[in-house]
C-alpha cells in the first residue's frame, strides 16, 4: 500500500528543539519530491519546504528558510522536518505530502499526503 | 510571493445542485513554453489531510468524480461541482505552483 506515515503529536516549549518525520512506504522514495505543509486556523495551508530525495534538491518558503531544516534519509525511506529553537507561533498540524508524477514527468500537485503531526508549542 | 483569493468565502449549495467556486492569482500561472496552468484544486473534510482534485488546473486526479469539474487560464479559474452529495461537504482550496514559494488561496466552504 502506498502511504506516508508521519510522527505522532509533540508538545514542546518555547526554544526547544524538535525534528518530525514521515515514512513512505509503496513507492520509490528517491524518485518523488516531498513537501511540508502546515495549517493553523490563522493562516490555513501554507508550504514550507520541499526535496527530492533522489539529489536532495531542495526549495524552501524564504519566510521559512533558516527557521526550519528539510532532510531525508533514502536508506529508510523518511523524509523530515527540523526546528533548532521552537516558538509559540510554530504551533500547527503539520502534514508532509508527495508531489505527483507520471512515468517521471511532474504533474504538480500533492497526490498522497499524511495524516499530520500536531505539534503545540507553550510555555 | 503569488497570492490566491477564492470567492466565495463559503456557499451553500441544496443537493443535487451546483456550486461554483473561483479563484483568481494576482499574476499569471500559464507558462507559455507547454501551455500549463500551474495550479491545483484540493478538497479537505475535517479532520483529513487535503485531497488532490485537479492539476494543470483542468486534469481531474484518478479517482475524482466527474461530477467535479475545473477550467480556466492564466489568472482566473473555475471549480464546479454539479449534483451535489452529502459527501462533497467541504472547504475548497486552489494552490499554485507557478513559482515558489508555493501558495493556496484561503479556502471556500461548501456545505448543504
Known amino acids: 500500500e502506498v502511504q506516508l506515515v508521519q510522527s505522532a503529536a509533540v508538545l514542546k516549549k518555547p526554544g526547544e528543539s524538535l525534528k518530525i518525520s514521515c515514512t513512505v512506504s509503496g513507492y520509490r522514495f528517491a524518485n518523488y519530491w516531498v513537501g511540508w505543509v502546515r495549517q493553523t486556523p490563522a493562516k490555513g495551508l501554507e508550504w514550507l519546504a520541499i526535496?527530492?530525495?533522489?539529489?536532495?534538491?531542495?526549495k524552501y518558503h524564504p519566510s521559512f528558510q533558516g527557521r526550519v531544516t528539510i532532510s531525508a534519509d533514502k536508506s529508510i525511506s523518511t523524509a523530515y522536518l527540523e526546528w533548532s529553537s521552537l516558538e509559540a507561533s510554530d504551533t500547527a498540524m503539520y502534514y508532509c505530502a508527495r508531489r505527483g508524477a507520471t512515468n517521471g514527468v511532474d504533474r504538480g500537485g500533492f497526490d498522497l499526503w499524511g495524516p499530520g503531526t500536531l505539534v503545540t508549542v507553550s510555555s | 510571493d503569488i497570492v490566491l483569493t477564492q470567492s466565495p468565502d463559503s456557499l451553500g449549495v441544496s443537493l443535487g445542485e451546483r456550486a461554483t467556486i473561483k479563484c483568481k492569482s494576482s499574476?499569471?500561472?500559464?507558462?507559455?513554453?507547454?501551455?500549463?496552468?500551474?495550479l491545483a484544486w484540493y478538497q479537505q473534510k475535517p479532520g483529513q489531510p487535503p485531497k488532490l482534485l485537479f492539476y494543470w488546473a483542468s486534469t481531474r486526479e484518478s479517482g475524482v468524480p466527474d461530477r467535479f469539474s475545473a477550467s480556466g487560464s492564466g489568472t482566473d479559474f473555475t471549480l464546479t461541482i454539479t449534483n451535489l452529495q452529502a459527501e462533497d461537504v467541504a472547504v475548497y482550496y486552489c494552490?499554485?505552483?507557478?513559482?515558489?514559494?508555493?501558495?493556496f488561496g484561503p479556502g471556500t466552504t461548501v456545505d448543504i
Open positions: 526535496i527530492y530525495p533522489g539529489d536532495s534538491d531542495i
Open positions: 499574476q499569471s500561472l500559464l507558462y507559455n513554453a507547454n501551455t500549463k496552468n500551474y
Open positions: 494552490k499554485q505552483y507557478y513559482d515558489v514559494p508555493i501558495t
